[in-house]
């Protein structure tokens, strides 16, 4: 999954993802939500600009986040909790395969649900930038424990073969 290596500002590597979704319902709720929501994608965006992140994806309600999740399966999703349409947890619970998950919410009270769920990290809106740091770097740390198989070592009589594993079919 993870695209390329680039180094960070902190003169550390930083790996390039393959994609990140954000997902809130920016456009759905009323006047105040609607822009409250709008700011948080733009701050994550900014906070991300230099981290090697890609944003594959933006969705504005639960079911365009469902799809989006499902079409570009994303390393990492930046999940609302209130959305309209499904909530966040009835998104994750949709998916049959799990990109790692942060929720950002305005709302403590479901931080216990979400690392129930298996949620990396839970933010609260405003969103911090040291706080959101400190969960990028737990998202490094558990991409790296998770790096795909790249090769199989294959033994025959008189050979030993190393196969790219993107070239078996």
Known sequence: ??????PARNGRIARAFLGAVLAAGH???RRGQREADLWVCLRIRDLLANEGVEIVGECEDGLQALHVIRDTAPDLVFLD??????DGFEVLNLLDARPMI???TA??????RAFDEHALDYLLKPIDAA???????RVRRTAAR???LRRIVVKTPGRVLCLETRDVE
């Not at 909790?81 to 499904?86: A, K, Y």
């Not at 709302?107 to 216990?112: E, I, R, S």
Request: hydrophobic share 55%; no cysteine; aromatic share 14%.
């Open 81 to 86: 909790v209130q959305m309209p349409g499904l």
């Open 131 to 137: 706080r959101f740091a400190e969960s990028l770097a």
């Open 27 to 29: 456009r759905h709720f």
């Open 102 to 104: 942060i929720f950002t």
């Open 146 to 148: 998770h790096q795909p």
């Open 1 to 6: 999954r993870v695209r390329a290596v680039l």
């Open 107 to 112: 709302f403590d009270a479901y931080a216990v």
